[in-house]
């Protein structure tokens, strides 16, 4: 019995990190849903205005997770002002990587995916002005 409890502690230790502010995550989630459809309510322009806005909600609050929801997505809306065409430059330059991604029935995706993560990530640094620390 002492093995299975010494298991649960560092189990609980290590994952701790992951699920420690989930709350704050699902709001966060659920509350950009809602606004951006909201937004496409009244038509799809808006909608898609809006998700660019919110955009980098998640990187926001991955650094500041003292933030509430609301407040993440205010700096992303903040930050995202007269970024947002540069963001869609970036998305759509990967469209070829896309169609290809495709024609291999979404095996290739196993490879684009933390690609394109990896460039909203660095486009996020920018963006902000935060500089990437080992």
């Known amino acids: 019995m002492k ?5 649960r502690a560092i189990a609980r230790d290590a994952l701790s990190g ?13 509350l950009k849903t809602l606004y ?16 660019y ?4 909600t998640a990187y926001i609050l991955a650094e500041n997770p003292d933030l509430s ?7 992303s809306k903040e930050m995202m002002t ?3 065409w540069r963001l869609f430059c970036l998305q759509i330059s990967f469209i070829g990587w896309d169609i290809l991604a495709a024609l291999t029935m979404g095996i ?11 460039a909203t990530a660095a486009f996020y640094r920018e ?3 935060t500089e990437f620390v080992d």
């Open 69 to 75: 929801a609301n407040e993440a997505i205010s700096r």
């Open 18 to 30: 992951y699920f420690s502010d989930w709350k704050t995550t699902a709001s966060t989630r659920f």
């Open 108 to 118: 290739g995706n196993l490879w684009l995916t933390p690609y394109k993560q990896a």
């Open 36 to 51: 951006t459809l909201l937004w496409s309510m009244l038509f799809l322009v808006p909608g898609i205005i809006a998700s």
């Open 127 to 129: 963006v902000s002005g």
């Open 3 to 7: 093995c299975a409890s010494d298991f």
């Open 82 to 84: 007269g970024n947002r």
């Open 53 to 56: 806005s919110y955009a980098m």
